[in-house]
């Protein structure tokens, strides 16, 4: 199975169009696609290669924004560039 085909098939199983967001390699924080930098920790670093989004709206009631020990509202990729961040 070829790149192609292997995108296909995701794209099958999860319809939904990726948002125009990049995500942060240092971080993993979202950021909207014309950022230059990365509006959590200032990073230029910033790809189109990521998967997964965690968004956490309330982080002192959120189990887990706890567990990944957030302390204010996010939007963060789960894997850039076939990292888990
Ligand atoms: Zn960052």
């Not at 997964?52 to 009631?61: A, D, H, W």
Request: glycine residues 8%; proline residues 7%.
């Amino acid at each position: 199975m070829d790149k192609e085909e292997v995108e296909m098939s995701i794209a099958r199983k999860a319809p939904t169009k990726k948002p125009p967001l990049k995500a942060c390699r240092e971080c993993g924080t979202l950021n909207l696609r014309e950022a230059s930098q990365c509006s959590n920790c200032g990073s230029p670093n910033l790809t189109d290669d990521w998967e997964g989004i965690v968004i956490i709206l309330k982080p002192n009631s959120s189990i887990v924004g706890s567990k990944i020990g957030v302390d204010k509202p996010i939007m963060r990729a789960i894997k850039v560039a076939g990292r888990i961040v």
